[in-house]
């Protein structure tokens, strides 16, 4: 299958970002998709960047949410035509070529959405231990709200055709919008699966991450989305 590039649309989402940006769009424009960048309320000046790169960049007035964030970039995609559309973080942490692969398993299975593992066999992954227990505790957290066992739930690197994204609509402003997306994907019966993918922490990464207090505070609102939404 050839892929047209120009109908892949990829949302960066991003909050005060440094200079990384700029590396991740580059690496996404070489590949020839359209990115969007969706800068939620930024006071860094974060344009400055990557203000002379050929992308469609969007601003929140104020900061929502990452979230809120990727439902703004679903919604400019798909009034530009947009076939397939990507999620993916702003500070460098995924590679460009699973795009292509999680497509094609897409594509070829027959899929809607398919969400990007670094846990599933043959993706590679410098995540610490600490962080991989939080994960793990989260995708019990999910499972318990969507009744699906994910092997890595809280990826930021999901694709999903133009369909699956006419009936998603992000409720969940912030972190918790992993939980929003997984449960709209079950209640409407979306077509989904996993791909494994590489996940590399820099330095910048880990610090940009979830830290452990917050995971804390996302399982709370995790719970009070499974019994309130």
């Not at 994960?135 to 999903?160: A, K, M, P, W």
């Not at 699956?164 to 918790?176: D, G, L, P, Y």
């Amino acid at each position: 299958m050839t892929l047209d590039a120009n109908k892949i649309f990829v949302i960066v989402p991003c909050y005060n970002e440094s200079c990384i940006i700029s590396n991740t769009i580059s690496a996404l424009l070489q590949q020839g998709y359209k990115v969007i960048v969706v800068d939620d309320g930024s006071n860094n000046n974060c344009r400055e960047h990557f203000s002379t790169m050929p992308v469609y960049y969007l601003q929140h007035v104020i900061n929502l949410g990452q979230g809120a964030a990727i439902q703004t970039g679903i919604d400019f995609a798909l009034q530009k035509g947009a076939e397939y559309l990507v999620t993916f973080d702003a500070d460098g942490q995924h590679d460009v070529k699973d795009i292509g692969k999680m497509i094609h398993k897409l594509e070829a299975e027959k899929l809607e959405f398919v969400f990007g593992s670094r846990f599933l066999e043959g993706a590679q992954t410098n995540v610490d231990k600490t962080r991989r227990a939080l994960l793990h505790i989260s995708r019990f957290t999910n499972f318990f709200i969507s009744g699906v066992l994910l092997s890595d739930s809280n990826n930021g690197l999901r694709v999903f055709t133009s369909a699956a994204a006419n009936q998603i609509h992000i409720k969940e402003n912030r972190r918790t919008h992993s939980s929003d997306i997984i449960y709209q994907i079950v209640k409407k019966k979306i077509r989904f699966g996993e791909a494994p993918v590489n996940v590399e922490y820099s330095e910048y990464s880990r610090k940009k991450g979830i830290q452990n207090a917050e995971g804390i505070s996302i399982f709370i609102n995790m719970l009070i989305y499974k019994f309130f939404r």
